[in-house]
Protein backbone atom coordinates (compact mmCIF):
# COMPACT_ATOMS: atom_id res chain seq x y z
CA UNK A 1 0.00 0.00 0.00
CA UNK A 2 1.44 3.46 -1.00
CA UNK A 3 1.99 6.44 1.11
CA UNK A 4 -0.79 8.68 2.12
CA UNK A 5 -0.91 11.67 -0.53
CA UNK A 6 -1.92 15.37 0.95
CA UNK A 7 -1.44 17.36 -1.50
CA UNK A 8 -2.45 17.62 -5.87
CA UNK A 9 -3.16 20.76 -7.75
CA UNK A 10 -6.73 20.38 -8.72
CA UNK A 11 -9.65 21.09 -6.20
CA UNK A 12 -13.25 19.79 -7.30
CA UNK A 13 -16.81 20.12 -6.16
CA UNK A 14 -15.56 23.84 -4.24
CA UNK A 15 -18.84 26.22 -3.63
CA UNK A 16 -16.62 29.02 -2.14
CA UNK A 17 -15.97 30.37 -5.41
CA UNK A 18 -13.27 32.93 -5.89
CA UNK A 19 -12.51 32.18 -1.60
CA UNK A 20 -11.09 29.14 -2.02
CA UNK A 21 -7.34 29.30 -0.38
CA UNK A 22 -9.26 31.15 2.74
CA UNK A 23 -11.88 28.37 2.99
CA UNK A 24 -8.55 26.02 2.69
CA UNK A 25 -7.13 27.98 5.52
CA UNK A 26 -10.41 27.05 7.49
CA UNK A 27 -9.83 23.54 6.75
CA UNK A 28 -6.04 23.48 7.85
CA UNK A 29 -6.84 25.23 11.11
CA UNK A 30 -10.09 23.17 11.71
CA UNK A 31 -12.52 25.81 12.22
CA UNK A 32 -16.16 26.77 11.00
CA UNK A 33 -16.45 28.34 7.24
CA UNK A 34 -19.74 28.21 7.02
CA UNK A 35 -22.64 27.92 9.16
CA UNK A 36 -26.29 26.36 7.74
CA UNK A 37 -28.96 27.64 9.25
CA UNK A 38 -32.51 26.00 8.33
CA UNK A 39 -34.92 28.67 9.22
CA UNK A 40 -38.21 27.39 8.07
CA UNK A 41 -39.24 23.59 7.71
CA UNK A 42 -41.59 25.21 4.97
CA UNK A 43 -41.19 24.10 1.24
CA UNK A 44 -44.01 24.16 -1.47
CA UNK A 45 -42.00 21.46 -3.61
CA UNK A 46 -43.19 18.05 -1.46
CA UNK A 47 -40.05 16.01 -2.58
CA UNK A 48 -41.01 12.49 -0.87
CA UNK A 49 -37.48 11.96 -0.08
CA UNK A 50 -37.24 14.80 1.83
CA UNK A 51 -34.30 14.72 4.55
CA UNK A 52 -35.60 17.39 6.97
CA UNK A 53 -39.43 16.35 6.62
CA UNK A 54 -40.32 19.55 5.14
CA UNK A 55 -43.99 20.17 4.72
CA UNK A 56 -46.16 22.75 2.71
CA UNK A 57 -46.84 24.53 6.27
CA UNK A 58 -44.28 25.23 8.59
CA UNK A 59 -44.74 23.48 11.89
CA UNK A 60 -41.64 24.33 13.92
CA UNK A 61 -38.77 27.06 13.40
CA UNK A 62 -36.24 29.37 14.69
CA UNK A 63 -37.17 32.90 15.67
CA UNK A 64 -36.38 36.04 14.50
CA UNK A 65 -33.89 36.57 17.63
CA UNK A 66 -32.54 33.44 17.83
CA UNK A 67 -31.18 33.37 14.20
CA UNK A 68 -29.92 37.09 14.89
CA UNK A 69 -28.20 35.37 17.52
CA UNK A 70 -27.18 32.79 15.77
CA UNK A 71 -25.97 35.62 13.29
CA UNK A 72 -23.92 36.98 16.13
CA UNK A 73 -22.38 34.43 16.92
CA UNK A 74 -20.68 33.25 13.72
CA UNK A 75 -19.24 36.76 13.33
CA UNK A 76 -17.69 36.69 16.37
CA UNK A 77 -16.58 33.54 15.16
CA UNK A 78 -15.36 35.06 12.24
CA UNK A 79 -17.67 32.54 10.32
CA UNK A 80 -17.26 33.43 6.57
CA UNK A 81 -20.78 32.80 4.99
CA UNK A 82 -24.01 31.77 5.99
CA UNK A 83 -26.45 28.59 4.06
CA UNK A 84 -29.95 29.57 4.28
CA UNK A 85 -31.21 26.37 4.52
CA UNK A 86 -35.00 25.34 5.17
CA UNK A 87 -37.80 24.10 3.92
CA UNK A 88 -37.53 27.07 1.68
CA UNK A 89 -35.65 29.72 3.49
CA UNK A 90 -37.63 32.16 0.87
CA UNK A 91 -40.71 31.07 2.02
CA UNK A 92 -39.92 32.75 5.37
CA UNK A 93 -41.50 35.96 5.95
CA UNK A 94 -38.61 38.07 6.98
CA UNK A 95 -36.28 36.43 4.83
CA UNK A 96 -34.57 39.49 3.89
CA UNK A 97 -34.39 41.53 6.73
CA UNK A 98 -32.14 38.18 7.78
CA UNK A 99 -29.68 38.12 5.03
CA UNK A 100 -29.82 42.01 4.92
CA UNK A 101 -28.47 41.67 8.73
CA UNK A 102 -25.83 39.08 7.99
CA UNK A 103 -24.26 41.32 5.05
CA UNK A 104 -24.20 43.79 8.05
CA UNK A 105 -21.79 41.69 9.93
CA UNK A 106 -19.75 41.78 6.77
CA UNK A 107 -21.08 37.39 6.62
CA UNK A 108 -21.76 35.85 2.53
CA UNK A 109 -25.34 34.83 1.95
CA UNK A 110 -25.89 31.54 0.32
CA UNK A 111 -29.18 30.60 -0.46
CA UNK A 112 -30.65 27.02 -0.58
CA UNK A 113 -34.25 27.38 -2.49
CA UNK A 114 -36.58 24.58 -3.92
CA UNK A 115 -36.40 27.88 -6.92
CA UNK A 116 -40.12 28.51 -6.80
CA UNK A 117 -40.19 31.85 -5.27
CA UNK A 118 -37.56 33.25 -8.24
CA UNK A 119 -40.40 33.00 -10.49
CA UNK A 120 -41.13 36.37 -8.65
CA UNK A 121 -39.75 38.70 -10.37
CA UNK A 122 -39.20 41.16 -6.86
CA UNK A 123 -37.72 37.98 -4.73
CA UNK A 124 -35.35 37.57 -7.72
CA UNK A 125 -33.92 41.19 -7.23
CA UNK A 126 -34.11 40.99 -4.09
CA UNK A 127 -31.86 37.19 -3.38
CA UNK A 128 -29.51 39.05 -6.29
CA UNK A 129 -28.67 41.87 -4.05
CA UNK A 130 -27.93 39.78 -0.72
CA UNK A 131 -26.02 36.98 -2.72
CA UNK A 132 -23.81 39.18 -3.43
CA UNK A 133 -20.71 37.41 -3.80
CA UNK A 134 -22.32 34.34 -2.41
CA UNK A 135 -24.10 31.35 -4.57
CA UNK A 136 -27.22 30.79 -5.06
CA UNK A 137 -28.63 26.87 -5.54
CA UNK A 138 -32.34 25.72 -6.83
CA UNK A 139 -33.84 22.09 -6.75
CA UNK A 140 -35.00 20.48 -9.79
CA UNK A 141 -34.56 16.04 -9.40
CA UNK A 142 -35.23 15.73 -13.16
CA UNK A 143 -36.23 17.77 -16.01
CA UNK A 144 -38.39 15.60 -17.26
CA UNK A 145 -42.36 16.08 -16.00
CA UNK A 146 -42.84 12.39 -15.41
CA UNK A 147 -40.52 11.61 -13.24
CA UNK A 148 -40.73 14.62 -11.39
CA UNK A 149 -44.32 13.98 -10.71
CA UNK A 150 -43.52 10.93 -9.51
CA UNK A 151 -40.50 11.86 -6.75
CA UNK A 152 -42.93 14.73 -5.31
CA UNK A 153 -45.79 14.84 -3.40
CA UNK A 154 -49.28 16.60 -5.21
CA UNK A 155 -46.80 15.19 -8.63
CA UNK A 156 -46.75 19.20 -9.97
CA UNK A 157 -44.65 18.39 -12.62
CA UNK A 158 -45.34 22.72 -13.75
CA UNK A 159 -42.80 23.32 -11.02
CA UNK A 160 -39.94 22.54 -13.27
CA UNK A 161 -41.43 25.71 -15.47
CA UNK A 162 -41.70 27.51 -12.37
CA UNK A 163 -38.55 27.26 -11.20
CA UNK A 164 -36.26 27.26 -14.75
CA UNK A 165 -37.97 30.62 -14.95
CA UNK A 166 -36.72 31.53 -11.57
CA UNK A 167 -33.22 30.56 -12.92
CA UNK A 168 -33.67 32.98 -16.02
CA UNK A 169 -34.87 35.93 -13.89
CA UNK A 170 -31.51 35.56 -12.08
CA UNK A 171 -29.41 35.17 -14.84
CA UNK A 172 -31.33 38.19 -16.53
CA UNK A 173 -30.40 40.44 -13.41
CA UNK A 174 -26.78 39.39 -13.75
CA UNK A 175 -25.76 36.63 -10.98
CA UNK A 176 -23.36 34.74 -12.59
CA UNK A 177 -23.78 31.51 -14.24
CA UNK A 178 -20.65 29.68 -11.90
CA UNK A 179 -22.14 31.16 -8.85
CA UNK A 180 -25.86 29.64 -9.37
CA UNK A 181 -26.29 25.43 -9.17
CA UNK A 182 -29.09 22.78 -9.43
CA UNK A 183 -29.72 20.38 -6.78
CA UNK A 184 -30.04 16.42 -7.35
CA UNK A 185 -31.11 14.57 -4.72
CA UNK A 186 -30.04 11.28 -6.66
CA UNK A 187 -32.19 7.89 -6.04
CA UNK A 188 -32.82 4.89 -7.41
CA UNK A 189 -36.14 5.45 -8.26
CA UNK A 190 -34.85 8.65 -10.74
CA UNK A 191 -32.14 6.26 -12.33
CA UNK A 192 -29.18 7.24 -13.84
CA UNK A 193 -30.29 8.15 -17.49
CA UNK A 194 -32.86 10.71 -16.09
CA UNK A 195 -30.10 11.99 -13.65
CA UNK A 196 -27.76 12.51 -16.47
CA UNK A 197 -30.00 13.95 -18.87
CA UNK A 198 -30.94 16.36 -16.24
CA UNK A 199 -27.23 17.70 -15.44
CA UNK A 200 -26.42 18.08 -19.06
CA UNK A 201 -29.63 20.38 -20.25
CA UNK A 202 -28.85 22.44 -16.92
CA UNK A 203 -25.06 23.01 -17.97
CA UNK A 204 -26.01 23.17 -22.24
CA UNK A 205 -29.11 25.28 -21.38
CA UNK A 206 -28.51 27.51 -18.60
CA UNK A 207 -24.88 27.15 -17.73
CA UNK A 208 -25.25 25.76 -14.20
CA UNK A 209 -23.31 22.78 -12.62
CA UNK A 210 -24.69 20.59 -10.45
CA UNK A 211 -24.70 19.77 -6.98
CA UNK A 212 -25.56 15.80 -7.09
CA UNK A 213 -26.64 14.47 -3.25
CA UNK A 214 -26.49 11.16 -2.71
CA UNK A 215 -30.14 9.85 -1.27
CA UNK A 216 -29.44 8.89 2.41
CA UNK A 217 -32.29 7.19 4.53
CA UNK A 218 -33.26 10.38 6.85
CA UNK A 219 -36.21 12.28 7.86
CA UNK A 220 -38.79 11.28 5.24
CA UNK A 221 -36.55 8.91 3.32
CA UNK A 222 -36.23 6.75 6.16
CA UNK A 223 -39.54 5.14 4.50
CA UNK A 224 -38.47 4.97 1.60
CA UNK A 225 -35.19 2.25 1.28
CA UNK A 226 -36.29 1.21 -2.37
CA UNK A 227 -34.75 4.91 -3.56
CA UNK A 228 -31.30 3.42 -2.33
CA UNK A 229 -28.77 3.23 -5.67
CA UNK A 230 -26.87 0.47 -6.38
CA UNK A 231 -23.21 1.04 -6.49
CA UNK A 232 -22.96 0.64 -10.40
CA UNK A 233 -25.17 3.82 -11.10
CA UNK A 234 -24.20 5.71 -8.34
CA UNK A 235 -20.42 5.18 -10.79
CA UNK A 236 -21.79 5.95 -13.72
CA UNK A 237 -24.09 8.80 -12.59
CA UNK A 238 -20.98 10.87 -10.30
CA UNK A 239 -18.52 10.12 -13.38
CA UNK A 240 -20.59 11.95 -15.58
CA UNK A 241 -21.19 14.40 -13.13
CA UNK A 242 -17.24 14.51 -13.20
CA UNK A 243 -16.89 15.31 -16.47
CA UNK A 244 -19.59 17.56 -17.02
CA UNK A 245 -18.87 20.00 -13.89
CA UNK A 246 -15.01 19.36 -13.96
CA UNK A 247 -13.79 18.12 -17.21
CA UNK A 248 -12.37 14.95 -18.33
CA UNK A 249 -9.56 14.16 -16.39
CA UNK A 250 -9.73 11.17 -13.22
CA UNK A 251 -9.95 13.14 -10.71
CA UNK A 252 -13.38 12.65 -8.37
CA UNK A 253 -15.34 13.66 -5.21
CA UNK A 254 -17.18 10.26 -5.83
CA UNK A 255 -20.18 10.29 -4.70
CA UNK A 256 -19.86 13.50 -2.32
CA UNK A 257 -21.92 16.62 -3.74
CA UNK A 258 -19.22 19.16 -2.43
CA UNK A 259 -15.36 18.92 -1.83
CA UNK A 260 -13.87 17.59 1.54
CA UNK A 261 -13.29 21.59 2.36
CA UNK A 262 -17.47 23.03 2.54
CA UNK A 263 -18.28 19.58 4.74
CA UNK A 264 -14.51 20.13 6.32
CA UNK A 265 -15.58 23.93 7.59
CA UNK A 266 -19.75 23.61 8.07
CA UNK A 267 -21.87 23.22 10.84
CA UNK A 268 -25.61 22.96 10.68
CA UNK A 269 -28.50 24.60 12.78
CA UNK A 270 -31.77 22.77 12.14
CA UNK A 271 -35.34 24.36 12.78
CA UNK A 272 -35.61 22.72 15.87
CA UNK A 273 -32.23 24.72 17.28
CA UNK A 274 -30.29 21.11 17.13
CA UNK A 275 -26.48 21.73 16.08
CA UNK A 276 -25.25 18.85 13.64
CA UNK A 277 -22.24 18.63 11.32
CA UNK A 278 -24.10 17.99 8.58
CA UNK A 279 -27.95 19.22 6.90
CA UNK A 280 -28.61 15.61 6.37
CA UNK A 281 -27.27 14.08 9.86
CA UNK A 282 -30.22 15.29 11.77
CA UNK A 283 -29.06 13.95 15.23
CA UNK A 284 -27.42 16.99 17.35
CA UNK A 285 -24.76 17.15 19.65
CA UNK A 286 -26.27 19.82 21.30
CA UNK A 287 -29.32 22.36 20.88
CA UNK A 288 -28.93 26.37 20.77
CA UNK A 289 -32.45 26.46 22.67
CA UNK A 290 -30.65 24.70 26.13
CA UNK A 291 -26.96 26.04 25.51
CA UNK A 292 -25.14 29.40 23.34
CA UNK A 293 -23.95 27.90 20.27
CA UNK A 294 -20.53 29.75 20.92
CA UNK A 295 -20.18 27.30 23.69
CA UNK A 296 -21.41 24.50 21.49
CA UNK A 297 -18.93 24.92 19.11
CA UNK A 298 -15.98 25.99 21.97
CA UNK A 299 -17.07 22.23 22.82
CA UNK A 300 -17.60 20.22 19.65
CA UNK A 301 -16.01 22.03 16.59
CA UNK A 302 -13.47 18.73 16.11
CA UNK A 303 -16.22 16.51 15.68
CA UNK A 304 -18.53 18.63 14.05
CA UNK A 305 -16.10 19.71 11.26
CA UNK A 306 -14.96 15.64 11.36
CA UNK A 307 -11.04 17.19 12.64
CA UNK A 308 -9.40 13.83 12.83
CA UNK A 309 -9.93 13.17 8.81
CA UNK A 310 -8.57 16.26 8.13
CA UNK A 311 -5.09 14.37 8.17
CA UNK A 312 -5.33 12.26 5.07
CA UNK A 313 -2.96 9.64 7.16
CA UNK A 314 -6.36 8.96 9.20
CA UNK A 315 -8.72 8.23 6.54
CA UNK A 316 -9.90 4.61 6.83
CA UNK A 317 -8.31 2.29 4.30
CA UNK A 318 -7.91 2.58 0.88
CA UNK A 319 -9.19 6.28 1.09
CA UNK A 320 -5.92 7.07 2.64
CA UNK A 321 -4.02 6.06 -0.22
CA UNK A 322 -6.79 7.30 -2.94
CA UNK A 323 -5.51 9.69 -5.47
CA UNK A 324 -8.61 11.91 -4.97
CA UNK A 325 -8.18 12.58 -1.14
CA UNK A 326 -6.78 16.10 -1.42
CA UNK A 327 -10.16 17.03 -1.98
CA UNK A 328 -12.72 13.87 -1.48
CA UNK A 329 -13.35 12.32 1.93
CA UNK A 330 -16.15 10.20 1.02
CA UNK A 331 -19.65 11.62 1.86
CA UNK A 332 -19.87 12.06 5.71
CA UNK A 333 -23.90 11.58 5.63
CA UNK A 334 -23.52 8.60 3.80
CA UNK A 335 -21.29 6.98 6.20
CA UNK A 336 -23.44 7.55 9.18
CA UNK A 337 -26.54 6.46 7.60
CA UNK A 338 -25.64 3.36 5.89
CA UNK A 339 -22.67 2.79 8.10
CA UNK A 340 -23.44 4.19 11.54
CA UNK A 341 -19.90 6.32 12.03
CA UNK A 342 -19.67 9.54 10.49
CA UNK A 343 -15.69 8.85 10.37
CA UNK A 344 -16.12 6.26 8.76
CA UNK A 345 -16.02 4.50 4.72
CA UNK A 346 -18.33 5.85 2.49
CA UNK A 347 -20.28 2.48 1.41
CA UNK A 348 -21.47 4.50 -1.97
CA UNK A 349 -18.21 4.91 -3.12
CA UNK A 350 -17.42 2.69 -6.01
CA UNK A 351 -13.48 3.66 -5.91
CA UNK A 352 -13.21 1.81 -2.76
CA UNK A 353 -14.46 -1.42 -4.31
CA UNK A 354 -11.99 -1.02 -7.06
CA UNK A 355 -9.29 -0.29 -4.85
CA UNK A 356 -9.82 -3.50 -2.79
CA UNK A 357 -9.98 -5.65 -5.39
CA UNK A 358 -6.57 -4.08 -7.41
CA UNK A 359 -4.96 -4.91 -3.49
Known amino acids: MGACINDHLNRYGGLAVGHEEEQKRYFAEKRLYALQIETTDACQQGCLYCYAGSTSRESYGLTSLEIRSLLDDAAALEIRAIDWLGGDPLVRPDWYALMQYARSLGIINNVWTSGLPLRNREIAARVHEVTEGGFVSVHVDS???????????????????????????????????????????????????????????????????????????????????????????????YTERDSINYGGDSISIAAMDTDKYYCGTMATVTFTGDVTPCSVIREGI??????????????????????????????????NTCINNPSCWGCRASAYHYNRDADGLDPKCWLIRVKEQEE
Open 286 to 319: GNIRVRPFREIIAEHVNTLVHGKLHDVCNLPAPC
Open 143 to 237: ITPEVYAKLHRGGNAHYIDAIVEGVTNMLALGKPADKMINCITYTAEQGPEDAIRTMRWWFEEKGLRTCLTMFNPAGMGSGWRSFEPELAEVQQV
